[in-house]
């Protein structure tokens, strides 16, 4: 027959359990605290969401200024072609002058 002393004193006792719900509260709110600091408050999202904001903006201002550049190296390639050609008739009708 087991000893029943040894199972009285692995009983929880209201000393136990009292001890543990003093801790209790504080291990929550540590782990409150912790879940809490994973996550950026109110106001940092907020200033997040504008500088994102802000970054799309640029990046739109930027595309904008991008296709603007190649519309214009279009307009430029074009006039190169233009001169090149004038500068053949010219070269074409001095000889014939000549």
Do not use: C, H, W
């Not at 087991?2 to 001890?19: A, W």
């Amino acid at each position: 027959m087991p000893d029943t002393r040894d199972y009285d004193n692995r009983k929880i006792g209201f000393n136990n359990l009292d001890n543990f719900l003093k801790i209790a509260p504080l291990i929550g709110m540590t782990i409150l605290v912790y879940l809490q600091s994973l996550f950026p408050s109110k106001t940092d999202f907020e200033k997040m969401e504008q500088m994102m904001y802000g970054i799309e903006k640029q990046i739109i201002e930027i595309k904008t200024l991008q296709s603007t550049v190649a519309v214009n190296t279009k307009a430029i390639q074009d006039i190169q072609q233009k001169l090149q050609a004038l500068e053949i008739q010219i070269v074409k009708i001095q000889q014939q002058n000549n």
